[in-house]
């Protein structure tokens, strides 16, 4: 069993979820769980829609119908008008509309947990649709029913017994199945069902590596804008070198000292259980990439 991670920029157009569809339908994913981040910038544009409706609510809900726009812009190339995916969203967008209306904002956090999921279910909702459209039979699940965790709104801990309970019962039958891969969201969870929360900024890649490591997954592939894990910034270094296998304490050592392609959180769940990462080019699915796992002995030849 796999897991497929696609962040925001892997599908910020129709374009690139069109190039997504493509690396899905290649591969073998009849029992695999496909992850995906909003589309993206919109986490960004959802964050302003919170902090707008602190002293505007009017204005906050402008603002979340121009992110509405934008994914029905994506529909637009996407699909036939006549499509069952508009009505998806607007249905999607009259409930968080309601939200922005009548939800308080003196919990902050609460309320930015409560509005900002809006852009990983709208990225799913479109790329589910968009697979079956093209022939790519699958399942839509909501993540905020299998992570569970503490009501710490914005960075939430993860309860490991109650998620692996509700994966068990929910995901894993699903994914038994081999009808088709799993479409779910990355970075959102749930600490009871009327209590959404988020795992914290960049948080896709963990929520990723939390399946894996409660499924006991084979291996997680991310798929990046780049064409691996490389020893430094290509913006500040132009004799950049792809690392095509580090070991789990080599790339926490990148992630510490900052290299944004891998979330720091993410290798713990995956080094437990020894699942390697694979962290690939979406412009270049057919390159090799590069892989984490136990193996050190690569750590040294690349500073």
Known sequence: MWIYKF??????????????????????VKQSLLVFSAMGKTTNALEQVCEACKTQREKGVELFNDVINDH?????????PDDAIFRTVKSLQNEFTDILQTKSTANFEYFYDRVVPAGELLSTLIVSRYLQATGCKNEWFDARELIKTDYNFTRAQVDQSKTQIQINAKLAPLLQQKNGPVVTQGFIAGADSLNPTTLGREGSDYSAALFAYFLNADSVTIWKDVPGV?????KYF???VLLKNI?????VELAYYGASVIHPKTIQPLQEKNIPLYVKSFYQPDSEGSVINESTVDDDRVP
């Open 72 to 80: 029905l812009a994506v529909c637009e190339k996407l699909f036939e």
């Open 238 to 240: 132009d004799d950049t």
């Open 7 to 28: 962040g925001g920029a892997s599908i910020k157009d129709a374009d690139a979820v069109v190039r997504a569809g493509e690396i899905i339908k290649k591969g073998d």
């Open 230 to 234: 490389l020893n430094a910034d290509p």
């Open 247 to 251: 070991s789990y304490r080599e790339a």
